[in-house]
């Protein structure tokens, strides 16, 4: 997913918590814990890069831990909690 276009769903609202946020999908009802803080701030920014790679860099996210985001961005597509664009 590292090159590829996401963002948010339009669907979801996500409601800051000391953990991380939680994600709310109005069309299907399912509700996603973010469990940290900077995992929020990737999902929010998505839209505002031209892929999931570039809003790491962008973010100073270590390149070390890009596999971890990789593998949790996976995890919300596959929730539908972000969608490619």
């Not at 953990?19 to 709310?24: I, N, P, T, V």
């Not at 790679?53 to 596959?78: F, H, K, M, Q």
Request: aromatic residues 8%; charged residues 20%; glycine residues 2%.
């Amino acid at each position: 997913m590292l090159d590829t276009a996401l963002a948010l769903h339009p669907s979801v609202a996500l409601r800051p918590e000391p953990f991380g946020a939680l994600a709310y999908h109005y069309d299907n009802r399912r509700l996603v814990f973010l469990k940290h803080p900077t995992i929020v701030t990737v999902v929010e920014q998505l839209a505002n890069f031209p892929s999931l790679r570039s809003t790491l860099n962008a973010l100073g996210i270590d390149e070390d831990r890009w596999p971890a985001y990789d593998s949790a961005i996976c995890s919300l597509v596959e929730s539908n909690v972000v969608i490619e664009r």
